[in-house]
């Protein structure tokens, strides 16, 4: 079992940074897949970023619609994963969730683990 808890989020203007935490439950954090996601109001849920551990260093993957604007990172002694996000747009808003999964980088079907989500306003 696998325990996620996101903070961060808030109220910012265009052009603005926020960074998001996720801090994760379980010794076995650092085995999988973390991932963010977003649901704005009316649409679907949307891959965001994700991290996986390689055997010599971490793999990133993002939607083309955050790159170079969005970083995910990991902490594994702490158990966290962070998403720094810069330039933020108004269609950045959005709730954003952290997932946990061991497959499948951008669906969120294959993400066993859930977070409760934090909210992203960005005004214009």
């Known amino acids: 079992q696998v325990q996620l808890v996101e903070s961060g989020g808030g109220l910012v203007q265009a052009g603005g940074s926020l960074r998001l935490s996720c801090a994760a439950s379980g010794r076995t954090f650092s085995t999988y897949i973390m991932g963010w996601f977003r649901q704005a109001p009316g649409k679907e849920r949307e891959f965001v970023a994700a991290?996986?551990?390689?055997?010599?260093?971490?793999?990133?993957y993002y939607a083309d619609s955050v790159k170079v604007r969005f970083t995910i990172s990991r902490d594994n002694a702490k158990n966290t994963v962070y998403l720094q996000m810069n330039s933020l747009k108004p269609e950045d808003t959005a709730v954003y969730y952290c997932?946990?999964?061991?497959?499948?980088?951008?669906?969120?079907?294959?993400?066993?683990?859930w977070g409760q989500g934090t909210h992203v306003t960005v005004s214009s």
């Open positions: 997932a946990a999964g061991t497959r499948g980088i951008t669906e969120t079907r294959y993400y066993a683990y």
């Open positions: 991290i996986e551990r390689s055997s010599r260093s971490d793999t990133t």
